[in-house]
T-cell receptor
């Protein structure tokens, strides 16, 4: 079974609108971390936001917020006020366990922002 | 600049050739890992290391070897390259920071095997 599922291969959003990228995860470990990365066409992996399994509040970083629904095992990324520069691949990833463990990635969602 | 350095950035190999992808970090991170990225597949873990002298296999280890003789370096070796190893390779290192375990990625190596 996939540990991280991103069901939207591609998304379009109008500039200045908000968009939600879906991510569901599967783990039986009570301690885990969830990450979102952005990969622009230049190829580098850019860290966006992190949510720990014990964090009580949803993580926010500027225009990025993570809608963490623990019971549903979902960790959706919300981008507010989309910009043309947000066009990229977005990956959801999870680290399981309390220690420094490998990241497992979803297959990604390609977001295109339209002017 | 502190970070993860991967070399080379691009490489073309012939089937059967061997080569080593280099990865070095100067952040004193104990954890390092290698991923490959293929279209539609996300990033898949090849090998990882939790410290010098310790390595372990990831999801797709076949055809690749690693060693970790120092904290700073984590080279990935292809012993006999195959066209199926055409991919973009990323090295990452990690340690605990204010946001939990933060992962820093290198800029990637684009490998083509012909």
């Amino acid at each position: 079974a996939q540990k991280i599922t991103q069901t939207q291969p591609g998304m379009f959003v109008q500039e200045k609108e908000a968009v939600t990228l879906d991510c569901t995860y599967d783990t039986s470990d009570p301690s885990y971390g969830l990450f979102w990365y952005k990969q622009p066409s230049s190829g580098e992996m850019i860290f966006l936001i992190y949510q720990g399994s014990y964090d009580q509040q949803n993580a926010t970083e500027g225009r990025y917020s993570l809608n963490f629904q623990k019971a549903r095992k979902s960790a959706n990324l919300v981008i507010s006020a989309s910009q043309l520069g947000d066009s990229a691949m977005y990956f959801c990833a999870m680290r399981e366990g309390p220690g420094n463990t490998p990241l497992v990635f979803g297959k990604g969602t390609r977001l295109s922002v339209i002017a | 600049n502190a970070g993860v350095t991967q070399t080379p950035k691009f490489q073309v190999l012939k089937t059967g050739q061997s080569m080593t992808l280099q990865c070095a970090q100067d952040m004193n991170h104990e954890y390092m890992s290698w991923y490959r990225q293929d279209p539609g597949m996300g990033l898949r873990l090849i090998h990882y290391s939790v410290g010098a002298g310790i390595t372990d296999q990831g999801e797709v280890p076949n055809g690749y070897n690693v060693s970790r003789s120092t904290t700073e370096d984590f080279p990935l070796r292809l012993l006999s390259a195959a066209p199926s190893q055409t991919s973009v390779y990323f090295c990452a290192s990690s340690s605990w920071d204010r946001s939990g375990y933060g992962y820093t990625f290198g800029s990637g190596t684009r490998l083509t095997v012909v």
